[in-house]
């Protein structure tokens, strides 16, 4: 299956990912904060155009002091340049199937891209919705960050993770 960028036009009415704020988003709020630019937005379609699963990507900053030791001596500014991955979802009736592995892979990617080439950031950043996400994100190398409920994966351990592919 290969992923897309988002279009309001690929068929997102019966998402079910077992998570109503996940559900929501994509069925009502992705194509207006597409459109704004607040977010990107993939999604990987089954054949009928149905979205089986999505993640969001946009700019984001994190104090200084919330960040990792190692940041907080190297960079000398207030805020952090990092990026958001937002949110992460998979239709229930695709669990099991490996396609968050692969969304994920896939929004690691893009950032170290961009950040590399683009823009600056140091890290991908999440804020996991439960316990469960928390156990997702630490699965592939997130760590949280100390006082805020947020993970944390560093450009260079995406970039060590890519290179011994």
């Known amino acids: 299956m290969k992923i897309e960028s988002y279009n309001r036009n690929f068929n997102r009415k019966n998402f079910d990912c077992g998570k109503k704020s996940l559900n929501n988003y994509i069925q009502k709020n992705a194509t207006k904060d597409v459109k704004n630019g607040s977010c990107t937005c993939f999604v990987?379609?089954?054949?009928?155009?149905?979205?089986?699963?999505?993640?969001?990507?946009?700019?984001?900053?994190?104090?200084?002091?919330?960040?990792?030791?190692?940041?907080?001596k190297k960079i000398k500014y207030?805020?952090?340049?990092?990026?958001?991955?937002?949110?992460?979802?998979?239709?229930?009736?695709?669990?099991?199937?490996?396609?968050?592995?692969?969304?994920?892979?896939?929004?690691?990617?893009?950032?170290?891209?961009?950040?590399?080439?683009?823009?600056?950031?140091?890290?991908v950043i999440v804020d996991p919705i439960d316990e469960e996400a928390i156990a997702f994100y630490s699965k592939?190398?997130?760590?949280?960050?100390?006082?805020?409920?947020r993970m944390f994966m560093s450009m260079k351990k995406i970039e060590t993770a890519f290179n011994k592919k």
């Open 44 to 72: 990987i379609l089954n054949k009928t155009d149905q979205i089986i699963g999505y993640y969001t990507l946009s700019a984001e900053s994190i104090s200084k002091d919330s960040a990792p030791e190692e940041y907080q």
């Open 140 to 149: 592939f190398g997130f760590t949280m960050l100390p006082n805020s409920g």
């Open 78 to 123: 207030e805020y952090i340049p990092v990026i958001l991955l937002g949110r992460l979802a998979i239709d229930r009736s695709e669990f099991g199937k490996g396609y968050g592995k692969v969304l994920l892979i896939d929004s690691l990617e893009r950032s170290f891209k961009v950040a590399k080439n683009q823009i600056g950031a140091v890290a």
